[in-house]
């Protein structure tokens, strides 16, 4: 079941793919989706879906969750986990649209672009250039340098752009790029700052009035990473105050459930040189088919051949095929003696493992075995005995 109007493309991948697929244009609240979802393996959804623990111990028979976009907040990861279900999403698809759209806002804000372009529809003349500045030269700061952080560094050199960036993992630099030691250190330094960061608790309102202040007075700020992250309020008054010249946001701590013509409020509505967009950064045409295409890939790949090796709860397993043989996955709580008694188990059906792979996190071990026989689901049968078993199945 495919939720949310995801790109055609996903379901056309996954029909040729064998799979039958039923794809509705709307999110549904959790009781109506556990209706629709009964005798469903594999559930699509985007960022309007929320997967509780609730849901998960409720959704019998479901095998893995794709989330059609980058964040997976909205599912409840560990639950999903404890119940066998593995999530994936799509981390890298739509890098380039929001790289793009970051490298637009600067450059609109460098000339004060958006203002120019209300006061003419307003039916305003201002041709001037105080306050208007080339970004050639100036200093880029990239919080978060991911897949997204660090593509906007090589973009922002393209345009001669000085470009530094921190993140709390070790992170080998594009370009010329060059790493800060600390969060005050970029941000005092730079013109510009870009958020790159997901959601977490330790990001959640990671800049706020004390990180504002620290930045460099006439400096601007982009996020396009998650509405948590910015004390909106420390935000709106240095706009005000003038610390800061400008702002793009494309994420608030509390968006629309839908579109609507109204029902959007924000203290950084009507505030000059302040950019905001609704969560747009990855909304074009070329990512959904990305997004759509990788998202699939990896849940028929999970399906079919039992490949976590994209999944975000699950941990990662990628074994190659084995020409004649026919495999089975073990999906268990990591406490000592399982593959014990899953190989003692596989040894009693008179099989021989061909291939065999085991990876753990600290509570949840996956097993993938290439067997030299069929064994008519009875290996599976045996496994799904052992008490710490979450799951079982044979793929081919």
């Known amino acids: 079941m495919l939720l949310e109007n995801i790109h055609p493309i996903a379901q056309k991948y996954l029909e040729n793919q064998g799979v039958h697929v039923e794809r509705l244009d709307k999110a549904l609240e959790e009781e ?112 978060g340098y991911g897949h997204i952080g660090s593509q906007v560094g090589v973009l922002a050199e393209a345009f001669g752009m000085r470009v530094i960036f921190y993140d709390i993992a070790t992170k080998l630099p594009m370009g010329n790029n060059q790493p800060k030691s600390s969060l005050l250190d970029a941000l005092s330094e730079a013109h510009y700052v870009s958020l790159h960061v997901p959601e977490t608790p330790l990001t959640k309102g990671m800049l706020g009035k004390a990180q504002i202040k620290a930045m460099r007075k006439g400096s601007s700020l982009i996020n396009a990473s998650r ?105 268990h709580r990591n406490v000592p003696g399982v593959l014990r008694d899953v190989n003692r188990i596989v040894s009693e059906q008179h099989a021989n493992v061909l291939a065999q792979v085991l990876a753990t996190t600290a509570e949840l071990g996956y097993l993938l075995m290439d067997l030299d026989k069929p064994v008519n689901g009875n290996v599976c049968d045996a496994m799904k005995t052992l008490p710490d078993t979450l799951s079982a199945r044979a793929l081919y």
Request: charged content about 15%.
């Open 32 to 143: 109506a989706l556990l209706q629709r979802l009964e005798g469903a393996h594999l559930l699509g959804i985007r960022s309007k879906t929320h997967l509780s623990e609730s849901f998960f111990e409720k959704a019998e028979g479901l095998l893995a969750v794709g989330a059609f976009c980058i964040g997976t907040n909205q599912v409840a990861l560990e639950a999903a986990a404890r119940r066998g279900i593995a999530v994936f999403n799509a981390p890298f698809s739509n890098t380039r649209s929001v790289a793009e759209m970051v490298m637009a806002e600067i450059v609109m804000l460098a000339r004060h672009l958006g203002e120019r372009v209300i006061q003419m529809h307003r039916g305003q003349w201002r041709k001037v250039s105080t306050g208007a500045h080339e970004v050639r030269g100036k200093t880029l700061a990239i919080i």
């Open 227 to 331: 509405g948590s992250v910015v004390d909106i309020q420390a935000l709106t008054e240095a706009l005000k105050e003038g610390h800061l010249a400008g702002a793009a946001v494309d994420v608030f701590p509390e968006e629309p459930a839908a579109n609507s013509s109204d029902g959007f409020s924000s203290p950084l509505q009507n505030l000059p040189n302040v950019i905001l967009t609704p969560h747009i950064g990855g909304s074009t045409d070329e990512a959904q088919v990305n997004i759509g295409t990788e998202v699939a890939v990896a849940l028929s790949k999970y399906f079919q051949l039992g490949c976590t090796a994209t999944s975000v709860n699950f941990p990662q397993v990628d074994l190659a095929p084995t020409p004649g043989a026919h495999r089975v996955l073990n999906i």
